[in-house]
């Protein structure tokens, strides 16, 4: 399969085939992103790496898996140093990025901006989340975590837990789940449910999720546990933040229910949603999952530049 010159700006760009081939290529990629083989393949390129909302995980491993095959990266991280203060459009700030370097990474406040960004760069754009929209290299790198850890998708039940209204994540890995045959319920309040478009398109592609807002009632039969933050930032109303901050929190007293090899699974960054006493516990599993952040992009950025490691 042909990934050369691809912009990756939803999940939906990929067929079953392509997500199952991003992840066997991540999946060679493991012993270099521990840093146990090395491997300049990237050498010579340059990764320019846009982020116009806070990161701490997706900026650095994007940054750290270039690093390591040997590209390097040029950056921005606030509109505020770019010419975009002065007017410039975000269609003309990508066309410069687009002619010093050879792949682009954007995050966004705004739906969409990736699709556009896309549409004015010959280069590869890949999405590194676009507001409340999606982020499909996070639903890679979660897929490949529930594959590490539980060895299949398909049939797994998984819960996705918190902010599902707000929380980009969580579309993108509803509908890329679906395709690989995984059972969906989401658990929110009602006022953070899935929303309606996810909802659509998870039963267009032929899953029928669970909807519901108790989490106790279901946790003995999950086997994949992923827990969101509710997205304070993306709130039009605070108060209606507050009406729903602390609805959630997975304590050690929830987790006496679970199956013994249930994993927990997180985006990160937490806030109060998983009790640090589940940090020591076998079933978690978010700080892997942010490991694995690297070899997914380290998989990704070989292949939209159409190199071999
Ligand atoms: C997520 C994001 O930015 O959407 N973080 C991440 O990329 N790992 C989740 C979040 O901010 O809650």
Redesign the pocket.
């Given at each position: 399969m042909n990934f050369k010159d691809m912009d990756v700006v939803s999940i939906r760009d990929f067929s079953r085939e392509q997500i199952e081939e991003i992840l066997e290529r991540s999946r060679q990629m493991l012993p270099y992103a521990r840093g146990e083989k090395i491997s300049k393949a990237l050498e010579g390129k340059i990764l320019g790496n846009l982020f116009f909302?806070p990161?701490t995980?997706?900026r650095l491993s994007f940054e750290s898996a270039a690093n390591r095959l040997g590209a390097r990266v040029i950056d921005v991280s606030q509109t505020s140093e770019t010419s975009m203060v002065k007017g410039e459009t975000l269609a003309d700030t990508i066309r410069m990025v687009e002619a010093y370097s050879d792949v682009i990474v954007l995050?966004h406040p705004h739906e969409g901006a990736a699709r556009l960004a896309a549409r004015f760069s010959n280069k590869p754009v890949i999405n590194?989340?676009d507001g409340a929209g999606s982020?499909p290299t996070?639903t890679l790198l979660d897929l490949f975590t529930i594959e590490e850890e539980l060895g299949n998708i398909e049939g797994m039940n998984v819960t996705l837990l918190g902010d599902l209204k707000y929380?980009?994540?969580a579309h993108s890995l509803a509908e890329a789940l679906t395709v690989l045959g995984a059972k969906l319920t989401f658990v929110a309040p009602e006022t953070l449910q899935m929303p309606k478009e996810t909802v659509d398109r998870v039963k267009q592609l032929g899953g029928s999720p669970l909807i519901t807002s108790d989490i106790e009632g279901i946790i003995s039969s999950v086997d994949v546990l992923y827990v969101?933050?509710i997205?304070r930032e993306r709130f039009p109303d605070p108060a209606e933040y507050q009406k729903v901050a602390g609805t959630y929190r997975v304590d050690r007293e929830m987790l006496r229910e679970a199956k013994k090899d249930m994993i927990v699974m997180h985006?990160?960054?937490r806030i109060d949603e998983i009790a640090p006493e589940v940090d020591s516990t076998p079933h978690a599993k978010y700080f892997k999952q942010?490991f694995n952040g690297i070899p997914v992009r380290m998989a990704l950025l070989t292949l939209v530049l159409g190199v071999e490691v």
């Open positions: 909302e990161s995980r997706t995050r590194a989340g982020h996070q929380g980009r994540t969101t933050r997205q985006p990160l960054p942010a």
